[in-house]
């Protein structure tokens, strides 16, 4: 168990379990402790250092070391809890990872670390003991048992609603969940938070079913986070902060009904300062004209709290470079598709992730329509200055994405891939977003609609790619938020009967697992109308944004034929 306490604070300081040295076994702890620790600081120095709490007794600096926050993020458990936290993923007390990240402490925090110093729990019978005396660690909550009678499926999602609905949040010292003032809906399964971009989707069957509290409850804990971090978190977890996730704060803005000028400037301010956010050097893109578009990124050079353990056997296997592996595999989840051969160097491959290398069209697009919604209201405030800026960033956007990001060829959108200058090779449903924001130009329009029909729609909706990887945003996964992108997309651009065939498609997909299961998932196989497969966890049950999807279809198209 040394040797795995070892390698598990290696992990940490971005090297491979495979670096914890056989020797190490020989050595006594307090000397495996000790050099740990040393090299701990001389590979991540901090510029923000976090000293340990006055409270805690002086031999805690000598047996954890110091946090070492991700510039501009927030303490984690990860930073918190060290060797703690990395010896009990390493040891596999749980089968989610997510599992202890999400653990909330019964004792504060001093008296946690003491208790660590003072036991050195090494055996997993040690370690779970140790965890079971400091920590309360969450299980996935189950969703509510199908209904034999099945009821129409509006009825079913109705119900759903209540029990995916989480009161505030009072943040507890030590713990990973942020404060929220007021009620959210959560995704459903291990998903025990509120998510950024599922939210939208979420949201629009929210308001299909008349619940406007709830998306104006959602939309004051959304700007409420960008005004404590600068943007919108992945989801509401502390170690979710250092990323962001699809920008669509603007999309739930439209959702309100709200007529209030303090509250209308309020998240004014809030899209304005998301807006810089996403303009961080470090997520801007020099493209060969010298115009400017936007990339995912991530600050964090270290596994994903959420995924330490698969993160960790990744760069094991691979051999890559910790720190730019790990900040890939980051940028990917802030994308939304984790994981997906849009990010695969090799278009195959998860070994080859190079998400940083990569300008999506899909983020440009939401990042237009950001920009146009922003000069919008500022025009409605009568401020003149903000609402030129604003159209002029929204205009040099879509010339950008036009010039660039468009395959005449091929008639789709794509990525382009940075080192290569030119535009990633393969077909995915990202090609609908410029169509759904308004950007896409009609004849173009008119070619992506085509290409959609002819590659992308499958007999129960809409691929994500054609390719066929085992990762669960590739073929043949169809995920709701993309049906629903494509859906808005070829409504917006005058394609109203192929939106209503790839609506009903979906839904008749979904309502055939409804009435198999009586279940609502989180993704589906729309090639064979059956639960979708992939992923790093197993199929998730409930589910925010399928509800919301399907609601909201069902409100426009009533129920599949």
């Not at 909330?104 to 040690?126: F, N, S």
């Not at 959560?186 to 629009?204: I, N």
């Not at 936007?294 to 596994?303: F, I, K, L, Q, V």
């Not at 993704?523 to 790093?536: C, I, L, S, T």
Request: glycine share 6%; with cysteine.
């Amino acid at each position: 168990m040394k040797a795995i306490w070892a390698a598990a604070l290696l992990a940490l300081v971005g090297g491979s379990v495979a670096d914890a040295a056989a020797p190490q076994r020989a050595a006594t702890h307090k000397t495996v402790k000790s050099k740990v620790a040393k090299k701990h600081r001389r590979a991540r120095r901090p510029r923000h250092h976090v000293a340990p709490p006055a409270e805690a007794a002086p031999e805690v600096a000598s047996c954890i070391p110091p946090a070492t926050p991700v510039a501009g993020a927030v303490p984690t458990p990860l930073d918190l809890y060290g060797p703690i936290f990395t010896s009990v993923q390493q040891a596999r007390l749980f089968p989610d990872s997510k599992s202890f990240a999400d653990a909330t402490p019964l004792r504060a925090h001093p008296a946690i670390v003491a208790d660590w110093c003072a036991t050195h729990p090494e055996t997993p019978d040690q370690l779970h003991a140790f965890v079971q005396r400091n920590f309360s660690v969450p299980m996935v909550a189950p969703a509510p048992a199908a209904n034999a009678a099945r009821p129409p499926v509006q009825d079913h999602i109705a119900a759903l609603w209540p029990h995916l609905t989480r009161p505030p949040v009072v943040a507890t010292p030590g713990g990973s969940a942020l404060a929220l003032p007021e009620p959210y809906v959560v995704p459903g399964g291990r998903f025990r938070e509120m998510y950024y971009w599922d939210s939208y989707f979420t949201m629009l069957g929210l308001k299909a079913d008349g619940r406007g509290d709830l998306v104006e409850s959602m939309l004051a804990d959304f700007v409420s986070l960008v005004e404590r971090y600068g943007h919108v978190p992945n989801g509401t977890r502390t170690y979710y902060v250092e990323r962001s996730q699809p920008p669509m704060l603007y999309l739930m803005i439209g959702l309100s009904d709200a007529n209030d000028p303090a509250l209308e400037a309020r998240r004014l301010a809030a899209l304005r300062r998301e807006h810089d956010f996403w303009m961080q050097p470090e997520r801007v893109v020099t493209m060969p004209d010298g115009s400017t578009l936007n990339r995912y990124y991530s600050h964090a050079d270290r596994p994903r709290e959420e995924s330490w353990r698969e993160d960790v056997a990744l760069q094991a296997r691979t051999k890559r470079d910790a720190g730019p592996l790990y900040r890939d595999l980051r940028a990917a989840a802030e994308s939304g598709w984790d994981f997906s051969s849009r990010w695969f160097a090799d278009g195959k491959t998860l070994a080859t992730i190079d998400t940083t290398n990569v300008v999506p069209v899909d983020l440009n697009s939401l990042l237009y329509g950001m920009e146009n919604a922003i000069a919008e209201q500022c025009r409605a405030a009568a401020d003149a200055a903000c609402a030129t800026r604003y159209d002029a960033l929204a205009a040099a956007r879509k010339k950008a994405v036009e010039t660039w990001l468009w395959d005449d060829k091929g008639g789709r959108y794509g990525d382009w891939d940075i080192a290569r200058k030119a535009l990633r090779r393969g077909l995915t449903a990202a090609t609908a977003y410029p169509l759904f924001t308004g950007l896409a130009a009609s004849d173009r329009a008119d070619l992506v609609a085509a290409t959609i029909a002819d590659s992308l729609v499958a007999p129960g909706g809409l691929r994500t790619t054609l390719a066929r990887t085992g990762e669960q945003w590739d073929t043949p996964n169809g995920w709701p938020p993309l049906q629903w992108i494509a859906i808005e997309g070829l409504n917006r651009t005058g394609h109203e009967a192929a939106a209503r065939e790839l609506a009903q498609r979906f839904l008749a997909t979904v309502l055939h697992e409804y009435r198999a299961s009586g279940r609502m998932l989180e993704k589906y196989d729309v090639e064979q109308a059956r639960p979708g497969g992939g992923g790093e966890y197993p199929l998730q049950d409930g589910f925010g944004w399928t509800n919301g999807v399907v609601r909201a279809l069902i409100a426009r198209y009533g129920k599949a034929q």
